[in-house]
């Protein structure tokens, strides 16, 4: 079985500072990891994903996320929080050695304010 | 990426009856996939919708609910069938690349069951 936790319903913090919204991973074999946004009334967008490779992911809209395997996490990271990044962000995991079902977090709402 | 549409993108539906949601994509693709998002929830997989042959169904989902049809590797459809309140979510279409290691999603449909 895989799961994904997601600790914080939401995340507040002002335009420019950095951010970081949490997640963290159960897989039996290898991790696949990916981060996608939901803006208001829209569907899903892939920002990045780790599969192999560097533990430090970089992502579309200046977003990263680092992997740590003995943490089990893959926290999503940006250095200066932009108003336009509030949105909600879903982390999601799959298992690399067993099909293809890709389970989701819950979602964290990430508010930036001016 | 592929380009994924969704019709219709919202409806509003009377208790009993059926919706048939249509999920075009722009390309070929092996993998396509149905989600539901209830309110305020994270996304969870019904099925994988196989070209050919009958949709795989995630557990608490069943054929005769949420029958999917997959003519072709570009279109799938989702009905859901003698609708309650209950199922009152954005329904969202998902395709993944040949290695499935990304998965793209249209932009979702909006249904109110009153």
């Known amino acids: 079985a895989q799961s994904v936790a997601q600790p914080e319903d939401q995340v507040k913090v002002a335009e420019g500072n950095p951010l970081t919204v949490k997640c963290t991973y159960s897989v039996s074999g290898n991790p696949y990891l990916f981060w996608y946004v939901q803006y208001p009334n829209r569907g899903l967008q892939f920002l990045l994903k780790?599969?192999?490779?560097?533990?430090l992911v970089k992502g579309s809209y200046g977003f990263e996320a680092e992997f740590n395997k003995s943490q089990t996490s893959f926290h999503l990271k940006k250095p200066s929080a932009l108003v336009s990044d509030s949105a909600l962000y879903f982390c999601a995991v799959r298992d690399g050695n067993a099909g293809n079902m890709l389970t989701f977090g819950g979602g964290t709402r990430l508010m930036v304010k001016p | 990426s592929a380009v994924i549409s969704q019709k219709p993108s919202r409806d509003i539906c009377q208790r009993g009856t059926s919706l048939t949601i249509q999920c075009q994509v722009d390309?070929?693709?092996?993998?396509m996939f149905w989600y539901r998002q209830q309110p305020g929830q994270s996304l969870t997989l019904i099925a994988t919708?196989?070209?050919?042959?009958?949709?795989?169904?995630e557990s608490g989902f069943v054929i005769d609910k949420f029958p999917i049809s997959r003519p072709n590797l570009t279109f799938s459809t989702l009905t859901v069938s003698n609708m309650s309140p209950e199922d009152s979510s954005i329904y969202l279409c998902?395709?993944?690349?040949?290695?499935?290691?990304?998965?793209?999603f249209g932009p979702g449909t909006r249904l109110t069951v009153l």
């Open positions: 998902s395709v993944g690349d040949d290695h499935y290691n990304e998965q793209f």
């Open positions: 919708a196989n070209q050919g042959s009958e949709a795989t169904y």
């Open positions: 390309s070929q693709v092996t993998m």
């Open positions: 780790y599969i192999t490779g560097d533990n």
